[in-house]
């Protein structure tokens, strides 16, 4: 296969697979902009509401070792067609739903298909792409895959508000078909003169190709850590709370939420490959990329969490902005995982990072549920109730930036062994500074 040739085929191949995940996020996220109609539909209160993107998302995380396992052994077309039809079903269960046991299984499918889905797309990129342009292409699979948010957030929020539930989880479901089939006609695991590109490992280390070798690699952790302080508010704000939030605590209309819901995908769009091509240069410097932007995640936070009244629009355009950049700042966490393991254990390291950013968001979703309720007594949601449930987004981020700076320091000392040393910032930049 020629160079030119093989850069179509990857491309196509790209498209297809990430279109698929596009609509996985949009699986994902359809609960989000469905919660207030789901508390009518069922008669629920914040905590059982919470209990429904708990049950995804923890089906999602708990499924993030088996599936890089098999995505090992099986490959990425299987998986990702797999996960295609399990939403799919889960979709259309929720369409038919009327008791809520069924709806909550209906989500343990789409939790457990969606976790087939980024890391088996990811897992193709280095196969069709060339390593230089690995980074940058990751980043793209992030944030395109987010459009999703796009799709829940606009077009099914209309057929939801005007024909019906079933109507707008059925399309949902349908499409989801269509996705699955045509990844198992057209998508390839590789090339067929063989892998593009091997992962490029910095540090390279003696394993047993085992997920214990993963898990005793320090860059695992780093990557795992970097992806939960980027993104787990970010799936906070987008699975499930960021829409009634913008309803009932800022007073927004549903056409204005789903606006800002929309900016959120746009800002990622704009940030990612900014991010790509700042971790294709500068590798050694990759974690004061994600110092700095989960930084800006938590002032995008704490801008709603201080202010005791509804902010105005462009206040919460510039919170939900930074925000936002957590997303494909997250995708950092996979590049680690590519540089610091082999590539026979790549799957359970990638679904091993992939885990953090949705333990924290299955811990923060169900705790602001259940602060919620105590603070309202069940009553409509309060700007004051979601202020003081949006605490807990705090706490885990201190958690989770205090093990990063640890994984940080123990991945520079391994490398430092195998003889990469990271000059300090300082260093860097007086060597930079013009001389007098």
Do not use: C
């Not at 343990?108 to 390593?131: C, E, H, K, N």
């Not at 991010?275 to 704490?302: C, K, N, Y």
């Not at 924290?360 to 449930?389: C, K, P």
Request: glycine content about 10%; cysteine-free.
């Amino acid at each position: 296969m020629t160079r030119r040739r093989a850069d179509r085929s990857g491309i196509f191949i790209w498209t297809i697979a990430v279109a698929a995940y596009a609509l996985a996020v949009a699986h994902r996220s359809s609960l989000g902009v469905a919660g207030l109609d789901l508390v009518q539909r069922f008669d629920i209160q914040a905590t059982v509401l919470s209990l429904f993107a708990v049950v995804q998302l923890s089906v999602y995380a708990a499924a993030q070792l088996p599936v890089g396992l098999a995505l090992d052994r099986f490959g990425s077309r299987r998986m990702i067609a797999t996960g295609a039809f399990l939403m799919a079903v889960g979709q259309l269960g929720m369409a038919l739903a009327t008791t809520l046991p069924l709806a909550i299984t209906m989500r343990v499918l789409i939790g457990f298909g969606d976790a087939m889905t980024f890391v088996s797309v990811i897992r193709l990129v280095p196969q069709w792409f060339p390593a230089r342009r690995v980074p940058l292409m990751t980043q793209l699979t992030g944030i395109v895959g987010q459009l999703g948010q796009v799709l829940s957030a606009v077009p099914f929020v209309a057929v939801l508000h005007h024909l019906s539930w079933g109507w707008a989880f059925g399309s949902l479901s349908v499409i989801g078909l269509l996705a699955g089939f045509f990844v198992i006609t057209l998508v390839r695991d590789r090339p067929t003169t063989g892998s593009r590109n091997e992962p490029t490992v910095m540090s390279p280390r003696p394993d047993s190709s085992s997920v214990g070798a993963a898990l005793r690699n320090p860059g695992t952790w780093l990557g795992f850590w970097t992806h939960m302080v980027t993104s787990f508010s970010t799936n906070v704000f987008a699975l499930l709370w960021g829409y009634p939030f913008l309803i009932s605590g800022q007073g927004l209309s549903p056409t204005a939420a789903s606006a800002l819901l929309t900016w959120n995908v746009v800002v990622a769009i704009a940030a990612g490959p900014i991010i790509g091509e700042f971790t294709a240069r500068h590798p050694l410097r990759r974690s004061w990329a994600v110092i700095v932007i989960s930084v800006g995640v938590l002032i995008g936070w704490l801008i709603v969490i201080i202010a005791s009244q509804p902010l105005p629009l462009w206040a919460l355009v510039i919170s939900v902005s930074l925000v936002a950049v957590g997303g494909p700042g997250s995708v950092i966490g996979f590049d680690y995982a590519r540089s610091f393991n082999s590539p026979n254990r790549l799957g359970a390291a990638t679904g091993l990072v992939n885990v953090g950013g949705f333990i924290g968001a299955v811990v923060s979703v169900l705790a602001i549920g259940v602060i919620l309720d105590a603070v309202s007594g069940g009553e409509q949601f309060t700007l004051n109730g979601f202020r003081i449930a949006f605490l807990v987004i705090v706490v885990i981020w201190l958690i989770a930036m205090v093990n990063l700076l640890i994984s940080r320091r123990l991945t520079r000392k391994m490398m430092a062994a195998d003889g990469v040393i990271v000059p300090p910032i300082t260093t860097v930049i007086k060597r930079r500074r013009p001389q007098p």
